[in-house]
């Protein structure tokens, strides 16, 4: 029982940064493991950062180097940090959340993220 409330999505320059923020509700957040996942036109939906619960990261080689994921758990927040933005980066951002022994995969409703001359 989580609900997932993805906000930040924009347009943006190549080049450019934004931060997205998931909002969760309705369980115990810190024992979650969060990931941003992302759906470009026509393409299948792919993981692109994940972080666990004492908040380790991991990240798509598309965009390491370039993106950071954190949480905070007094919050009950994640987030995605997404800097250099590229043209191929233009998709719709999910937030998930998930763990073993839980009713989920849990997911947001999207949010837009476009980049764009």
């Known amino acids: 029982q989580v609900q997932l409330v993805e906000s930040g999505g924009g347009l943006v320059q190549p080049g450019g940064s934004l931060r997205l923020s998931c909002a969760a509700s309705?369980?115990?957040?810190?024992?979650?493991?969060m990931a941003w996942y992302r759906q470009a036109p026509g393409k299948q939906r792919e993981l692109v950062a994940t972080i666990s619960r004492g908040g380790t990261p991991a990240y798509a080689d598309s965009v390491r180097g370039r993106f950071t994921i954190s949480r905070d758990n007094a919050k009950n927040t994640v987030y995605l940090q997404m800097n250099s933005l590229k043209r191929e980066d233009t998709a719709v951002y999910y937030c998930?959340?998930?763990?073993?022994?839980?009713?989920?995969?849990?997911w947001g409703q999207g949010t837009q993220v476009t980049v764009s001359l």
């Open positions: 309705g369980s115990i957040f810190s024992t979650y493991v």
């Open positions: 998930n959340a998930n763990k073993m022994g839980s009713n989920g995969p849990y």
